[in-house]
């Protein structure tokens, strides 16, 4: 529970275009994971949590987007309106988010989270675990206020699955797909395929108590790399004719990501990388692969923006 004073922190930010919002529900992300393996660079002592549902409580001067009372969602990639990025039809990454400059702070360079008197950093302009945050109006969507505590989800794990097949990768009626990893944003990314029409969808991974789930959201067929003595890449090549046209990659292995790659086919085939890996870690890619039609992309927050929500 936040201490006396940490509110008293969180009034401090309610003026300068942000608001004071309650948390209802939080979901868990791989990415919070990845903060405390260090995979992910941040600032400690930090308050993780990016995915939530919660309402809004008060807000502060020239906040027009929401009012106390609105059921919102918290959102990690902002929308500014007026950067490179926002005017732009080919990103959603808004400049004026937090996780490449990591400062762990507000707008003004300050935290709105302290304990014993010293200051607490903020994970992504979100930090949704605890019982209330602080964020700024230009980094929250107003939802239907009779959306279930599952909508948490969209703030990051479902909208990343599910817009990377549909805004990212831009799936194709009667394509075929492979999702590797399943784990939420894999399941998300079936759901976003199956959205699309691909006519046949791989869900890969080396848990087999998944695969019924998967294949309940819309696979058509799961694999264990495990069981076969061959690259799971040559596996799938060889159940499509030359490998699928889409492939969504949401483990954050170096050799998944590889793996992806080359399960598409050679003349247009289409990656999406999701997984987060560390810093240090390097895709051996060789040109050939990009050289002879195949493309690899990135996606974050599954190319969404507010407007969507």
Known sequence: RLEPEALNGLKKGW??????CGILASGICGSDSSVLKEIIPSKFPVILGHEAVGVVESIGAGVTCVK????????????CGSCRA???????????????????LMADMTSRFTCRGKPIYNLMGTSTFTQYTVVADIAVAKIDPKAPLESCLIGCGFATGYGAAINTAKVTPGSTCAVFGLGGVGFSAIVGCKAAGASRIFGVGTHKDKFPKAIELG?????????YDKPIYEVICEK???GVDYAIECAGRIETMMNALQSTYCGSGVTVVLGVASQNERVPLDP?????????????FGGMTIFYL
């Open 15 to 20: 003026a300068q275009g942000a608001g004071h």
């Open 68 to 79: 106390p009372g609105d059921k919102v969602i918290p959102l990690f990639v902002p929308q």
């Open 86 to 104: 926002c005017k732009s039809s080919n990103s959603n990454f808004c400049e004026k988010n937090d996780m490449g400059a990591k400062t762990g």
């Open 219 to 227: 696979a058509t067929e799961c694999l264990d790399p495990k069981d």
């Open 240 to 242: 499509t004719n030359g």
């Open 288 to 300: 050939l692969l990009l050289l002879t039609g195949r493309s690899l992309k990135g996606s974050i």
